[in-house]
């Protein structure tokens, strides 16, 4: 009985130990299960209590007043959203739409963006933007609503509204004349009789707007009964309205009651300064005027000529949801809180905005706010620019049949009809999509015949053994080789590939060779017609050819007068000499296309002075042409001149000391040891120098805009504007690009040698 009681003691021991260890284990099993639970649960947590970023896109400027509006009501918006972060970005005005239309697709573009309505039927049919579903539209502006509709479905919501209005300076009107400032105390009777005034100052402009751009002019068009874009996307800047605004616009010019050359800048400048009675602008001009110039500003008055008034296009401001985002419910958050009463109120006052949220306009201090209300009026009375994607094609012709008649005087019905040509031509059908079948072998069985060398070299024994002893300096030279195929090789491939797709924006098809036909063969057009790939591969070449003469000629004449051992004060004639060169190319570019004006520029005024007559510059080819030249020899022949100081301090003296005693003039000094001994130095410094006017885009661009109609572009600026300002036309563009690339290089290779070479 013992022994039974002993048993069953040590089995109950060992019962109580068995328990004891399941607890355990049971328990420890329990825990582990809660961290592994706890560890898949962990970054849902974190990103549940992480704030979800939204992207904002927009175009405003840095620091204006519509940027510190727009960043007060996002800080607004994030105190009462705590789990949302709103990452802003700002993008350059001119390449705002190129960027949109490339990132979004691609998933790397912004959750919402705030853009102008025009540009909603190109980005439906690039198909970037999505309605905004389940969105209160309450309280937000009917017509501005309206033009953010497609098919009855709203794609933005409206911000504010942007158009032209008068601003009036009654400070230079003539007390008692026709147009006196009692005349001007309530509205405007007509624009006439601003143009026709008396003014207390002789020399002051009665009307100061950019004549030349048809964003402006459109407000004249529509006063005559035409318009610029009929609603099938055809261009209208033809027939009876286009011809009398056109041939209103020139005889204001002739009298001197408009500017000619009209640039925002200039607006700016004269109005600002006082010596324009009127001008024709849009809010944006407010911010930059002196505190101390007395103007006000009133809705365009009628137009007497065409017995009804001035209507400007209106541009409304809308924020669009993106249609690849992230997020998109914080998306419609924010959006909706852009319109709301209180962030409308804050950009009207902070951004000087006319908000679309008419809850906004009850506060008190926007109530009674004269410069606001006069625009909120004006946009109501406006045409909303028309949504087709052809919109943004239209005004570079219409620029170039006005500059045609402003500038260069040729008949009216002529001008108009090659703008209508210019369109056609922008807006031809692409290339048919092609099969790229053929293309994809042929590029596999170049890279098979490059691998299949490669492999059979390498049988060799000696060159394996070349490889082996090689790959230690490999391996420092990788960097560089990465560097170069990430820098060089990745984009010239990209950008050659992109020459063999045809469409708009990132909307591209494959064409094949079709680009590169269409730009060899002038788009089936004449070959000698202005714009034409041989007509700009003619001026380019004449260009880089001038400008080589005249840098090296100038630069080596500077730099031998400077090398003088008896000259004084050579430091300082160093410096005032370098200073062109220092100086941005942009900078300069800007300053000397300013001289070169026909009203105010100082050439002309020199001219004047000597009494000649003043010069239209970018009227004709010959002159425009001149004065990109003079402004690229400025800035070039800097350089040439630093060259050549560093190879003349390099010439040993005892080759001079000989040629004296072998009595050689002045004349075969230069001929036989200066230059024979400067050739090694000029040589690497001529060919950088023809590259770099070859591709010289800011000059060309920013003195005369390739004027007179595209005359003066040369190879980069042509493929800049197919790319960037002719409906993102990048597969052309790209193919340009690798002309360009192919001329540089054939010509390199040819003359190369040539220019390095040894003086025999």
């Not at 944006?284 to 137009?303: F, K, Y």
């Not at 490669?454 to 960097?479: G, I, M, T």
């Not at 060169?581 to 520029?601: C, D, E, I, M, N």
Request: net charge neutral.
């Amino acid at each position: 009985m013992t022994e039974e009681a002993s048993s069953f003691g040590a089995w109950a021991v060992r019962a109580r130990v068995a328990c004891t260890s399941r607890v355990a284990c049971t328990s420890l099993l329990a825990r582990l299960v809660a961290c592994f639970a706890l560890v898949l649960v962990a970054p849902s947590l974190a990103r549940a209590q992480r704030p979800t970023t939204v992207q904002l896109w927009h175009a405003y400027g840095d620091g204006s007043a519509e940027e510190r509006a727009l960043r007060e009501v996002v800080r607004d918006f994030e105190s009462t959203h705590p789990n949302v972060r709103v990452e802003l970005l700002a993008n350059a005005f001119g390449a705002y739409a190129s960027k949109l239309e490339s990132a979004i697709p691609t998933g790397r573009g912004p959750d919402v963006f705030i853009d102008a309505h025009e540009r909603l039927a190109s980005y439906l049919e690039r198909r970037i933007v999505v309605p905004f579903e389940a969105t209160d539209t309450t309280g937000l502006e009917p017509t501005h609503l309206d033009a953010l509709r497609s098919d009855g479905v709203v794609y933005g919501l409206p911000l504010s509204a942007k158009c032209a209005a008068l601003y009036v300076n009654d400070a230079l009107f003539s007390p008692g004349s026709a147009g006196s400032a009692a005349d001007f105390s309530g509205e405007v009777r007509d624009l006439e009789s601003i143009l026709e005034a008396s003014y207390s100052d002789p020399d002051a402009r009665p009307l100061v707007f950019e004549a030349e751009n048809a964003y402006y002019v459109a407000a004249f068009v529509h006063a005559f009964g035409g318009e610029l874009l009929d609603d099938e996307g055809h261009y209208a800047f033809v027939g009876s309205a286009a011809e009398s605004t056109v041939s209103f616009l020139a005889n204001a010019v002739r009298r001197g009651q408009i500017p000619e050359e009209a640039s925002g800048e200039l607006v700016m400048r004269l109005f600002g300064s006082g010596r324009a009675a009127a001008a024709i602008s849009g809010p944006w001009l407010a911010p930059d005027l002196p505190e101390e110039l007395d103007w006000r500003v009133v809705p365009l008055p009628t137009l007497r000529a065409a017995g009804a008034p001035l209507r400007p296009y209106a541009t409304i401001e809308a924020v669009f949801f993106a249609a690849e985002s992230d997020a998109p419910n914080e998306a419609r958050m924010l959006a909706q809180y852009l319109v709301s009463a209180e962030a409308a109120t804050k950009r009207a006052k902070i951004g000087r905005q006319v908000v679309s949220t008419t809850a906004a306009w009850n506060d008190p201090e926007l109530a009674n706010d004269a410069f606001l209300a006069t625009f909120r009026d004006a946009s109501r009375n406006a045409v909303p620019m028309p949504t087709h994607p052809n919109m943004r094609v239209v005004f570079e012709p219409a620029m170039r049949a006005l500059r045609r008649v402003l500038r260069g005087g040729a008949p009216v019905p002529d001008a108009l009809d090659g703008g209508a040509r210019v369109f056609d031509d922008l807006t031809r059908a692409m290339p048919a999509r092609r099969d790229p079948t053929f293309a994809l072998v042929g590029i596999g069985l170049a890279l098979l015949f490059v691998v299949f060398s490669w492999v059979r070299r390498l049988r060799d024994p000696n060159e394996r053994a070349a490889l082996r002893a090689s790959v230690p300096a490999y391996k420092w030279l990788v960097h560089a080789f990465l560097a170069v195929g990430l820098l060089v090789v990745l984009p010239l491939v990209v950008g050659g590939a992109t020459s063999f797709f045809a469409g708009r924006g990132t909307d591209l098809h494959y064409v094949g060779l079709a680009n590169y036909g269409d730009i060899l063969s002038a788009r089936g057009g004449d070959l000698l017609a202005p714009g034409s790939f041989w007509v700009v591969l003619l001026v380019t070449v004449l260009w880089t050819v001038l400008n080589l003469a005249l840098h090296v000629g100038i630069g080596v004449a500077l730099a031998l007068v400077l090398h003088r051992p008896t000259l004084k004060l050579k430091g300082f004639y160093r410096v005032l000499l370098i200073l062109p060169w220092a100086v941005p190319s942009y900078v300069t570019a800007l300053a000397w296309k300013g001289l070169f004006h026909r009203q105010l520029g100082a050439i002309n005024a020199i001219l004047e002075s000597l009494g000649a007559e003043p010069v239209s510059w970018f009227a004709q080819w010959s002159t425009a042409f001149a004065a990109n030249l003079a402004t690229n020899v400025w800035l070039g022949f800097p350089f040439m001149m630093v060259i050549t100081l560093g190879a003349l301090a390099g010439i040993p003296k005892d080759l001079y000391e000989a040629a004296d005693v072998d009595g050689a003039t002045r004349w075969q000094r230069f001929r036989l040891v200066t230059l024979p001994m400067l050739r090694p130095a000029l040589a690497p410094a001529v060919a950088m120098g023809a590259v770099w006017t070859f591709n010289m885009f800011n000059v060309v661009f920013l003195v005369s805009g390739g004027e007179p109609e595209g005359t003066t572009e040369i190879l980069v600026s042509e493929a800049y504007r197919w790319a960037f300002t002719r409906g993102s036309q990048y597969g052309y563009g790209a193919a340009y690009a690798v002309l360009i690339f192919g001329i540089l290089v054939v010509t390199t290779r040819l003359f190369g040698r040539k220019l390095t070479e040894a003086p025999a």
